[in-house]
């Protein structure tokens, strides 16, 4: 057991720094919901211009997922897969636990590793150790209720909401529960404390001494970065020399990282490298496919007032116009197909249950706005869902050849600022 642990240790870049420059990672979008809101993050996730836990340029199905991953295994070999976000994995289950049975069905000895706030990983501790997953990072900003509460403007367990020293209890418990049973099966626990200035800063060492006692095998203190708009957004980044002096009182508890990068939810490659623009593109490939690849989904369905424009609210929509493709596509790839009455409004998911029914054979929906719960309903159901404005047939034509479809987008305003994430 030993001799294992140490093995998973060398090789995985984000515990041993000494593995850094010749294995490499790549992170699996599929978990776009978060169950806390911390004081430092901004979850804006979908902001091609920042590098930090919690962004992302592709929210990827667990069938997408594993796509990508197939292409990219055949540009280069990665040695660890993980899933961090851009929300919490154990926010996104399902997502989350059928992307890694896929992963391990179809590599049975690549890494795998998850990025977690912790709060609800207990139920799958068991099934995460069958799978294999060797590595877990839990993000812990407290051992004491009070100082724990604080990092969180609110937290949801159990779909009750807390705030405060009672949110820092029930965190607190069940991050403390996760280190212990993740250590128990032999699964390897890294820490992430953020230290906030006036918030958490002096109970770091408190952290590290609890974690390490529980088995944790090493802690990364990384400094706040402040982002504008956030609970924290108004404080400094720490001086370097007081994290350095951080690290070094930890340090008397638990093995200190302090090489990271701060990585992206969707990052690919050395923890040095920039993610190329080869792995973007597959990215936004696999992003376009239907949620499940494989599927006979010939058709798109459009929200449209006049059969020009995607330009009308699913909520609004009487009627979905159908397309399909083209079998001679000399003078364009898709063709209209037909017009499906949609049910009348009210009734909540019964209507969007039906409306899904309805455009089953579909693998997108192209409208203009959208609803949060029907999104939801609609892409499990495997349609993906883009929220856009424009000629029908350009973005019809952009999905044809695996375009991204962002400059239609829906515009709902840009990110700003860095955080250090929840994950």
């Not at 706030?117 to 051992?143: M, Q």
């Amino acid at each position: 057991m030993r001799e294992e642990i140490a093995k998973q240790l060398e090789n995985h870049p984000c515990f041993n720094s000494g593995a850094c420059k010749d294995h490499a990672r790549i992170h699996l979008p599929v978990a776009p919901k978060c169950n806390v809101q911390c004081g430092f993050c901004n979850r804006k996730y979908d902001c091609v211009n920042e590098s930090r836990p919690g962004v992302t340029s592709s929210v990827l199905s667990p069938g997408q997922a594993l796509y990508y991953l197939k292409k990219a295994m055949e540009k280069r070999y990665f040695d660890v897969v993980g899933i961090a976000g851009p929300g919490d994995p154990f926010a996104n289950p399902d997502e989350t636990m059928e992307t890694l049975r896929l992963i391990r069905g179809e590599y049975p000895k690549v890494m795998l590793c998850v990025a977690t706030n912790g709060l609800n990983i207990g139920p799958y501790i068991d099934e995460l150790a069958e799978l294999e997953v060797s590595h877990v990072t839990l993000t812990i900003n407290g051992v004491d209720p009070e100082v724990a509460g604080s990092c969180y403007r609110w937290i949801r367990h159990n779909k009750k909401v807390y705030r405060g020293k009672a949110a820092g209890e029930v965190i607190m418990a069940q991050q403390m529960r996760a280190v212990k049973e993740l250590t128990s099966r032999g699964i390897l626990v890294k820490v992430n404390s953020i230290i906030i200035p006036g918030v958490n800063d002096s109970h770091i060492p408190e952290i590290a001494k609890e974690v390490g006692r529980l088995g944790a095998v090493t802690q990364n203190c990384l400094p706040l970065m402040p982002v504008t708009g956030t609970d924290f957004g108004h404080l400094s980044e720490p001086a370097p020399v007081d994290v350095a002096a951080l690290r070094k009182a930890c340090g008397e508890h638990i093995s200190q990282m302090g090489h990271c990068r701060r990585c992206r939810a969707d990052a690919a490659g050395l923890l040095e490298e920039a993610m190329s623009e080869g792995t973007t593109a597959l990215l936004k490939e696999a992003s376009l496919l239907p949620v499940n690849p494989g599927e006979d989904r010939p058709f798109v369905a459009v929200a449209t007032r006049e059969g020009m424009l995607v330009n009308q609210h699913l909520g609004h929509a009487r009627t979905l116009c159908i397309y399909r493709p083209k079998e001679d596509s000399s003078d364009g790839l898709w063709t209209f197909h037909e017009e499906r009455i949609m049910p009348p409004a009210g009734g909540g998911d019964e209507r969007w249950n039906t409306i899904a029914e309805a455009i089953g054979d579909c693998s997108a929906l192209l409208v203009s706005g959208i609803g949060g719960r029907p999104e939801e309903v609609l892409t499990e159901r495997g349609i993906k869902v883009f929220q856009i404005e424009g000629m029908i047939m350009s973005a019809l034509e952009g999905l044809s050849r695996g375009d991204s479809l962002n400059h239609m987008a829906v515009r709902k305003g840009c990110c700003s600022g860095n955080a250090a994430g929840c994950a």
